[in-house]
């Protein structure tokens, strides 16, 4: 049966007619091209990498960009488009997440007219795919830290250091990696293939299975002046860009929590013990329906109020924060009940519910973590930072 959302608040009301035609597009496609093959994918380690193209044709990548091919979508929009690829799977929402805000964010806000007009076309139609290098071995909360150097030699730039974690590395034709040089943290785009550049892929995850994830290897990588992104002055440009991908994630999430909430409360009127009652006639079984509905109603007018100051340039970093740490924690608790109400037949995957809980695991860790972005709102309650 065709999902048909979860609004219990009318917060559909608070829409315009654009933003709702922008949701069933997505939704459609959500229901109709990756439904059907995530469940292998996931079983099979596998990115559905054939939905690229599609996904491009329909303005998913980049999609709250302008210009350069991109659909130029508000950020309500865009947060939706978010919503319903994660509804189906956080893997593929990473995907979108990392080419659009986390690739092109910065080649559009950093980047030379020359490379703007290199990459950005060819990465909005998905005929160029990208990855941000942030984290390192030893650096990931703290990324102040990363040991990945850039000196510069003439008219070069010589890279060396390592990257960790990094989403679609393997698949990818550009990376936007960070390096200390002497005058701060800079960033390259460097093209695959060039000499002292190497990829590997991670192997073994429970989590983001349908998801590619690599580290990123440079030794002694000569790359141009002209990879370098002119105007990325120190380490808050790539915090800016992960602020871009923090906002789509508060989005995101929700979509899994719905998923896990509508499969429950599906499932628990049909379901029958005792005396051939269904389970959702137990009363504990309804204070965990209950929860799970308000949490979610209270996620959606977050990340609603969200996207409008954004659209409005009135969203701030600590705004973003707790959007992303409250709806993660959100939509893992949602997961986890879900599990619950499912019982045995919680933990296969003729249910989505496991993949969305291991899924999850890496959301809540990546993008900052719940206690990083805690220590985020923390500071601007109290002036004081606690990091250290
Ligand atoms: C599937 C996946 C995809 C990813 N994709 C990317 C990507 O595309 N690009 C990229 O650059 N990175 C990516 N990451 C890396 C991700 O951003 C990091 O994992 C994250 O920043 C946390 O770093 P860490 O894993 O090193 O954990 P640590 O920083 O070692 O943290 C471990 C624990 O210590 C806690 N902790 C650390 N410092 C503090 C403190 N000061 N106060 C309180 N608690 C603290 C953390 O909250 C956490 O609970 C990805 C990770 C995963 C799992």
Known sequence: MAFRGVDYFAVDSLLSQQELMVRQTARRFADE???PVIRDCFRDARFPTELIPEMAELGFLGANLEGYGCAGMNNIEYGLVMQELERIDSGVRSFVSVQGALVMYPIYTYGSDEQKNKWLPALQSGKAIGCFGLTEPDFGSNPAGMRTTARRDGDTWVLNGEKTWITNGGISDVAVVWARAEEGVVGFLVETGI???RTSDIHGK????????SSLSFSDCRVQESARLPLAKGLKAPLSCLTQARYGIGWGVLGAAMDCYETARAYSVVRK????KPIASHQLVQEKLAWMI?????GQL???HAGRLKDQKKLEPAHVSMLKRNNVAMALDCARLSRDLLGANGITDEYPIMRHLCNLETVKTYEGTDHIHALVIGERV???AAYK
């Open 195 to 197: 000499p002292g550049y």
């Open 294 to 298: 308000t949490e979610i109603t209270k």
């Open 206 to 213: 429970w989590s983001m299975r349908a998801s590619v994830t």
């Open 33 to 35: 091209r990756i439904l």
């Open 273 to 276: 013990q005792f005396d051939d």
């Open 302 to 304: 977050l990340a609603l």
């Open 382 to 384: 109290t002036g004081v």
